[in-house]
């Protein structure tokens, strides 16, 4: 029984490391507000003009920010796996030892997985800095209103695919438990499951970002006042409204 009892452990806690550390990934939506406070953290070869670079420039900051604290996150969990790991792994044993070198093996991929989204760039960062160079305001102005689109659907298209995936993997997971492995299965199936339904249904950052751009800059309609002559000589006052 004590074999088993350790598995489900071992196999619990590689689940645990593993929705902890993705939660920095998919949490990344924010408040789009909050985004703003990062509008001054980073020198530009020029400044945002328009309305469209102001929040692609917000986006690429909020998106920098979410980078770089999922990439440590997961590092700092991942050294953690590799730690907890090896400790198991030292009992003597063949499933202690099986269990923690799995349990290391994760923790050095999230190392690795980490390392690399510290490095690379995300998507908002990349299109900024190829719209940054562009001179003219106008053509700066209709590549930016064209990116915050595309990263929006790139978001929403990421978001939904990575929910479905998560979400089947819950059900699997919970379709498989049985009276042996009962607890563990519900376990890694409400981990998988919970970030499942998060995703289908909080919108990406990308996502409330276009929509928050395209609400302020809608044209609203507003009502103006006509004053003039009518063609008898009279005097006419109007109320237009421009929609």
């Known amino acids: ?28 939506e924010g408040d789009v507000a909050r985004a703003a406070a990062f509008s001054s953290s980073q020198n530009q070869a020029v400044e945002p003009v328009s309305l469209a670079e102001q929040y692609l420039s917000r986006l690429a900051k909020k998106s920098r920010h979410n980078r770089n ?5 997961t590092m700092g969990l ?21 269990e923690g070198g799995s349990l290391a093996l994760m923790g050095g ?29 106008g053509q700066r102005q209709r590549a930016c209103a064209d990116a915050l689109a595309d990263l929006s659907k790139k978001g929403r298209k990421n978001r939904i695919l990575g929910g479905a995936i998560m979400g089947a993997m819950a059900i699997g997971l919970a379709v498989a438990s049985d009276e042996d492995n009962g607890g563990a299965a519900l376990l ?10 998060y995703l289908l249904a909080v919108k990406s950052l990308p996502e409330k970002t276009y929509q928050a751009y395209l609400e302020e800059s809608r044209v609203k309609s507003s009502p103006g006042l006509i004053l003039g002559f009518g063609p008898r000589g009279g005097f006419r006052v109007g109320l237009s409204l421009d929609f």
């Open 1 to 28: 029984m004590e074999a088993p009892r350790k598995r489900a452990s071992a196999a619990a806690g590689v689940l645990l490391v593993f929705a902890a550390a993705a939660v920095p990934g998919f949490a990344e």
């Open 109 to 137: 991929v999230f190392v690795v997985t980490g390392g690399v989204a510290l490095v690379l760039k995300s998507p908002a960062e990349r299109a900024y800095d190829k719209i940054r160079p562009l001179d003219d305001p």
């Open 78 to 98: 991942g050294a953690l796996g590799i730690a907890g790991g090896l400790a198991i792994a030292s009992e003597e044993d063949v499933w202690s030892a099986w």
């Open 69 to 73: 604290l999922a990439g440590g996150t």
């Open 188 to 197: 890694s199936a409400l981990i998988f499951g919970a970030p499942a339904v």
